[in-house]
């Protein structure tokens, strides 16, 4: 018999101050999630690094968890700071010749998604525009902006700004025909809803956990398909990017052939610790009862907000864990200062207010939420 997924809102804290609706902003983290870094702190103020080969034990089953999560082999994980830092390592180090190009939406994607492709400007890759419709990237819009020269798709999974889910299983099966990789942005998605990477023929998704994953800022997971592991060339190399990584008595450059050439030093343990108690806890619930639940609570919301006469959106058929809305009033401003000073959080983005729940929140607390709308009498 599967838990209930109220019992679960005993391990977030925040619910008891707030009504905490920003899980595609910054999410707050779990208590095990906190446990685990304070057991590994408390070890090494105790212990200095006696106890280091279980922490490398513990990063390699972390990996396992990051790679369970998206249908990937653990080989194909490296550890990253950031989704930016995992993108960046993809543009970065791809083997670019002049006249290729990327396709990306720059008008519409996170600043991570559009500046490490346009700086390979200097290097004679061009940036050519996938036409944004709907708040979306759809497959239509990429299938028009390939050419011969298109080398690469970049595309989030999930768009930040509107909430539009990307098809990702049309996208890359559009991208396999035409023979050009796929690098997805997955912040948005992964923690969230269901993601299998090799369904979607993605070669390169990067995400961090301080989103969808509840875990903590500067740690997250680049995960690089095998059969284009040869082809992405670490753009910093260091000891543990090599076959021989833990001898330190010989000189021995031999690189990795896996994602781990693309981790050149020592770990962020601290980080790795906390996003293994969140896959942990993620994996436990399941994605699919996660994606179900926000799916849940987001129905009820936009049936409500609409009553009030609220514009919200994309349509049910492209949210992932997002719903953005603008008031009958127009300007989302007054409203969003308004709810924030009674301890609302939520987002303000590209002109409208950002709703993202999580799977512990409960539909008595987006009732509230719509109560407070309703009750907003600025202008």
Known sequence: MSTSLDSYRAEFPVLEKLLYFNHAGVSPTSVRAATAVREWM?????????????????????????????????????????TSHGLGLVAEGLDWRPGDEVAVATSLEYPSNVYPWLHLKDRGVEVREIAAREGGVTPEAVAA?????????????????SGYQTELEAVGALCERAGVLLCVDGIQSVGCVPVDVRRSRIHFLSADSH?????????????????????????LVGWRSTTDAWNFNRSHFELRADALKLEEGSHAYTGIYALAAALELLLEVGAERIGARIRELLTVLDGELRALGCD???????????????????????????????????????GRLRVSPHFYNQPEELERLVRLVRDFKGA
């Open 312 to 350: 919200t959106g994309p349509a049910p058929e492209h949210r992932a864990g997002i719903l953005t809305f603008l008031p009958r009033a127009g300007d989302p401003r007054p409203l969003y200062g308004w709810l924030s000073e009674r301890d609302v959080v939520l987002s303000l983005r590209r």
């Open 42 to 82: 408390e070890d090494v103020v105790h212990y200095g690094v006696r106890h280091e080969r279980q922490w490398e034990a513990h990063v390699a089953h972390t990996r396992k968890l990051a790679a369970r999560l998206i249908g990937a082999a653990p080989e194909e994980i490296a550890f990253v700071r950031n």
């Open 211 to 235: 989103k969808w994953m509840l875990g903590i800022s500067g740690a997250g997971f680049l995960y690089v398909a095998r059969e284009v592991l040869p082809r992405l060339r670490p753009v």
């Open 145 to 161: 902006a390939l050419t011969p020269r298109t080398r690469l798709v970049a595309v989030s999974s999930v768009q930040y700004a």
